[in-house]
């Protein structure tokens, strides 16, 4: 007797169904003139996978299924729809290279079902870790104010799943993001281990967490950095991006022996904090317009000085956007590109034999018209930095000096001829960073007594009296409150001295001077000191004297 097996009929049935859409959508290949994809048989990666959201995927039935450097392979079930349109525009404009596939809906769910093995972290490859799922953003948006950043991570700490290290790393990347932190610092103590932000350029606690996840996290982002994990004596030094949003940051690593173990640094290059408009700097107006009118020249050298930290990078990157237009060909030698400006050729100096001694003699055979290199190290980049600002180059470069005068002494150690120098060199700058007092909670103080004869002290100094504004009856002081994580301040405004180069300060240059000397020949051009200007803040209730004080010595 013959029984009839109905589970098996099923089969056959849904096996033919799905042979004759696999027919059809390789005939549509044809008609759409797209390639044609069985992913029931194709290795789905998950790199590839993450670039779409899960819930977008399903919805507008499309997936990316592969990613190799920047290319990348999509398939979906109706290619010419708005939406898959949408999407792939979406990604070319984060810099992929897409090829477009046609599929049927049981390969679409093969990819679906493995977005299951995803977490929201992930690597695979040194330098890939992505945070782009809707929960870590959310993440950033209630890591606003530091007792919430700390209530989070309390929390992350004390979860026992097998992703805890993954959700730590990005919970705490994800708490410095949201605060605004430039750096990240994991430091290991006897008994336990501290984690600290820096914030508005000061170090914070934010709280302490127990060793044995350090050592996992230190794992972690070792092979984030592409560092070796059994080297433990030596320093190393590695990077890697995170992408929230649309937006890509990347953060440099740093680890360190130290005592009790390896001290972790993570530097946040928020492409975001970098791009600040010239005019919002802080600059005062005198300077301000000195430099604009220097930026407009077709050649000489724009020199920003300053020690690390203090916002060189970014008053370049504001030079740069000043200078660019249709008319000219800009190239930058950086270390690395913190921010990618559109229409600038910009290069980046690596730890394999390409300096910005090899960047700077490149772009030159480039046919430049503004040349920006990111920091002059050696006599070989300082000589061809200035040798092109004398050939027909505008060059933006900065130097690590503690004042403007001090760069003539530096670059004459670094073997310039004094004597062609002040020809090349348009305008030198110093700079700092003092923080801003919050708005909502800043101090009024009394403006008397011992604060009233230091500030008056630095005020008498000032060559233009017009840029004095009407004393006020009070200053302010830092007080704290939730907006400002209790510190105080909000935020950073920077302090600026500059020297333009004028017959007086050409002929002591080329006597091979000493700082004070510089500084007594240039003094006449009225341009602010450091102190001056900071003073001026201070007056005018920006920042308080106190924080002027951390940053630089204001008496003599």
């Known amino acids: 007797m013959i029984q009839f097996d109905e589970d098996k009929q099923k089969r056959k049935m849904s096996d033919l169904l799905k042979h004759e859409e696999e027919e059809l959508v390789q005939l549509l290949s044809g008609k759409y003139s797209v390639g044609y994809i069985d992913l029931t048989v194709t290795l789905i990666n998950t790199d590839g996978l993450r670039l779409i959201e899960e ?46 596939f046609i599929c049927s809906m049981q390969s679409l769910e093969k990819a679906w079902n493995s977005y299951k093995d995803l977490s929201f972290a992930y690597e695979s490859k040194a330098g890939a870790l992505e945070i782009a799922s ?8 209630k890591a606003n104010s530091m007792p919430s950043v700390i209530s989070i991570l309390e929390n992350t700490l004390a979860m026992k799943k097998s992703y805890r290290v993954s959700r730590i790393l990005e919970t705490i990347l994800a708490g410095a ?20 932000y820096r914030l508005d350029g000061v170090l914070v606690k ?105 916002g060189k990078t ?36 690596n730890n394999k034999g390409y300096t910005f001694l090899d960047g700077l ?22 000589a061809i930095a200035v040798n092109s600002a004398l050939t027909g180059h505008l060059v933006f470069s900065t130097l690590h000096t503690n004042s403007a005068a001090g760069s003539f002494p530096r670059l004459i150690d670094l073997g310039i001829n004094s004597k062609i120098m002040s020809s090349a060199i348009n305008i030198v700058l110093a700079q700092r960073l003092v923080r801003k007092l919050c708005e909502h909670c800043k101090k009024p103080v009394p403006f008397e007594g011992a604060l009233k004869v230091e500030i008056d002290k630095v005020l008498e100094t000032i060559f233009d009296k017009s840029e004095i504004p009407p004393l006020p009856g009070q200053v302010f002081t830092a007080a704290g409150c939730e907006k400002c ?14 020297i333009k180069i004028t017959p007086e300060v050409n002929s002591v240059v080329e006597m091979n001077p000493s700082e004070s000397e510089v500084e007594k020949a240039a003094a006449p051009q009225g341009i602010l000191t450091l102190r001056q200007d900071g003073i001026l803040k201070v007056v005018k209730g920006i920042t308080s004297i106190e924080e002027l004080e951390r940053v630089i010595t204001i008496a003599d």
């Open 361 to 382: 003699r490149a772009a030159l055979r480039q046919d430049p018209d503004i040349i920006m290199v990111g920091e002059i190290r050696d006599s070989e980049t300082a």
């Open 177 to 196: 993001i949201g605060l605004g932190a430039s750096d990240v610092h994991i430091e290991p103590e006897e008994e336990y281990i501290t984690l600290r």
């Open 134 to 141: 809707d929960e870590i953003s959310e993440l950033i948006e």
């Open 206 to 310: 934010v709280l302490n967490f127990d060793k044995d996840t350090f050592n996992l996290l230190l794992s972690r982002i070792k092979l984030l950095s592409g560092l070796k994990l059994n080297i433990k004596k030596d320093s190393q030094d590695g990077r890697f991006s995170v992408g929230v949003k649309d937006t890509e940051m990347e953060i440099r690593t740093s680890i360190l022996p130290g005592a009790y173990n390896e001290s972790i640094v993570m530097r946040i290059l928020n492409p975001k904090s970098i791009g600040v408009p010239l005019e919002e700097l802080g600059i005062p107006p005198k300077l301000l317009a000195l430099i604009l009118k220097e930026i407009d020249k077709p050649n000489g050298m724009l020199l920003t000085t300053g020690p690390t930290g203090s």
């Open 314 to 349: 970014t008053t370049l990157y504001a030079f740069l956007k000043k200078s660019h237009n249709q008319t000219v060909k800009i190239i930058t030698i950086e270390d690395p590109i913190e921010y990618h400006l559109p229409g600038i050729v910009q290069t980046q100096t």
């Open 55 to 100: 819930k977008t995927s399903r919805e507008n039935k499309v997936v990316c299924f592969s990613l190799i450097d920047k290319k990348i392979k999509i398939a979906a079930r109706n290619p010419q729809t708005e939406e898959v349109t949408k999407i792939i525009e979406d990604l070319k404009t984060k810099g992929y290279i897409p090829t477009l």
């Open 485 to 498: 994580s209790q510190t105080g301040y909000k935020g950073r405004i920077g302090i600026y001295e500059g």
